[in-house]
């Protein structure tokens, strides 16, 4: 994918990492986080793929796949699946939204080719057709409650069959069907709004050209990054690895549904969630900033564990999944870490050879899992 028209801005400075292509900021990201979260600002999530699933079978074909319930999603309305392999880690992670006459799934850049590919797979003799339409459509982010609002004159929300292509996350509620773990009765997630408007690629020039003169305000990837964050929001791109469990990441609050039917990976989704605990767990950390260090995706997470002998011996607890600076809460992260740590124990992130300590808020708490009390039987023998 070429590099987005909005890096040449006067001030862009290109993104690294998952979100390379797009500007990172435009100068001053703690201000463009504040113009993003009052929905003032647009960010260029141009580098996100999009595909394209039409036919009539389409619904119900991508809810006998999908952890969503799909089957009757009316147009317009937006919701968030998964994809798993047959033991349950995820494998795609889509926003979805149907128009009435195709279904559109927005995922991450690098991974909508391999997602249009496994799902044209898939078809077998149903009446479905899917296409990867990243190079025709572009994705625009933002917080604002009317997010055509925001659009430039000339840039308007793609609606090929007169329904605005306006992504809604579900992820400020549980949705019907979902569960969450979280036990804070103060839910960051409360707070976020978030929407994802396609638009035709070549609209991206002509928003290039409003933010040059300043009629939009524009927000970078640092900007969204630190919100999503603050909001224990998990994202594919960042949190997933060939291991990742709905349940370690919370995700069961949006992109599962408990009740519905038969998919791959459901056994154990249910078997996890009502019977067993999550291997791992997500944490949100507030981190030392004294060393002004922001840990990458990957760095190590490790606790300090007391031994009998009085000694103490460090030991890789995890692992940081994205970092940002928030502009209330300072540096933060998510990280992954083993379900045993404790709740309550100091951590330390090991980044650029220095060590940065970290206070945990726990997401899925260490105790999460084993939804239904199984009755205990009576031992072999015993007097009752």
């Not at 809810?63 to 309305?77: F, H, I, K, T, V």
């Not at 103060?186 to 933010?211: N, Y």
Request: aromatic residues 4%; glycine residues 8%.
């Amino acid at each position: 994918m070429a590099d987005s028209p909005l890096l040449a801005v006067p001030g862009a400075v290109p993104a690294e990492g998952v979100d390379a292509g797009v500007p990172a900021h435009y100068g001053n990201p703690i201000v463009e986080q504040r113009d993003l979260e009052r929905g003032l600002a647009l960010v260029d999530c141009s580098g996100r793929g999009v595909v394209r699933v039409e036919g009539p079978d389409r619904l119900s074909w991508l809810d006998s796949m999908a952890s969503q319930s799909l089957a009757r999603l009316a147009p317009g309305e937006s919701a968030e699946a998964l994809f798993l392999d047959a033991g349950g880690h995820v494998e795609h992670a889509v926003h979805v939204l149907d128009d009435g006459v195709a279904t559109w799934l927005v995922a991450e850049g690098g991974d909508a080719d391999a997602l249009g590919s496994w799902l044209d797979r898939m078809r077998f003799m149903l009446r479905v057709e899917v296409s990867v339409r990243t190079d025709e459509f572009a994705v625009l982010g933002t917080a604002a409650e009317d997010p055509a609002a925001l659009l430039p004159d000339g840039v308007t929300a793609a609606a090929p069959n007169d329904v605005p292509l306006v992504w809604r996350d579900p992820w400020s509620h549980v949705a019907a069907g979902g569960y969450q773990y979280a036990t804070d009765p103060e839910h960051p997630a409360a707070e976020w709004r978030w929407s994802e408007v396609l638009v035709p690629r070549d609209a991206l020039r002509a928003l290039a050209a409003a933010a040059r003169t300043g009629s939009v305000r524009m927000a970078g990837s640092l900007a969204a990054e630190a919100l999503r964050i603050a909001a224990w929001r998990p994202r594919f791109a960042t949190e997933v690895d060939d291991r990742s469990l709905p349940h370690e990441l919370d995700w069961l609050r949006t992109a599962v549904h408990l009740s519905k039917g038969c998919y791959r990976g459901q056994e154990t989704v249910a078997k996890v969630h009502n019977l067993g605990r999550p291997p791992r767990r997500l944490v949100m950390l507030h981190l030392d900033g004294s060393d002004t260090v922001l840990p990458a995706h990957g760095e190590v997470v490790s606790a300090i564990k007391q031994l009998p002998e009085g000694e103490q011996e460090r030991r890789a607890v995890g692992t940081i999944t994205a970092s940002g600076l928030h502009h209330e809460l300072g540096p933060i992260a998510l990280a992954v870490v083993k379900r045993a740590v404790p709740d309550d124990i100091a951590l330390i992130v090991e980044s650029h050879d220095i060590d940065v300590a970290a206070s945990q808020v726990a997401v899925v708490p260490s105790g999460a899992g084993a939804a239904v009390e199984v009755p205990r039987l009576p031992r072999l023998g015993a007097r009752r």
